[in-house]
């Protein structure tokens, strides 16, 4: 069975970066894109970014758009999330879903923290 796992989240400063991953582990694994969500304390999931599998076409927020890169290793997959420029709003914890038959977002991580400070 496939499972996804992040890593990579932790404590940074405003103004710095960090880069989750996110591993597909266990049989052939098959998607139609993968995605970075976010969920912050007391507020809704928000979608951050996608990436389409076959081609890497990327799509963005509006409230990362121009400070959060995503790409992907098809090889290896996995689905990486650059954060450049962060700022204490971001504060979340991140999740990487895969949309594996262009259905919806059907396979999802467990989560990695991310905590900017002012």
């Known amino acids: 069975q496939v499972q996804l796992v992040e890593s990579g989240g932790g404590l940074v400063q405003a103004g710095g970066s960090l880069r989750l991953s996110c591993a597909a582990s266990?049989?052939?694994?098959?998607?139609?894109?993968m995605g970075w969500f976010r969920k912050a304390p007391g507020k809704e999931r928000e979608f951050v970014g996608q990436?389409?599998?076959?081609?890497?076409?990327?799509y963005y927020a509006d409230s990362v758009k121009g400070r959060f890169t995503i790409s992907r290793d098809n090889a290896k997959n996995t689905v990486s999330l650059q954060m450049n420029s962060l700022k204490p709003e971001d504060t979340a914890v991140y999740y990487c879903?895969?949309?594996?038959?262009?259905?919806?977002?059907?396979?999802w991580g467990q989560g990695t923290q991310v905590t900017v400070s002012s």
């Open positions: 990436i389409l599998w076959r081609g890497g076409r990327t």
């Open positions: 879903a895969a949309d594996q038959s262009s259905v919806g977002y059907d396979l």
């Open positions: 266990g049989r052939t694994f098959s998607t139609y894109r």
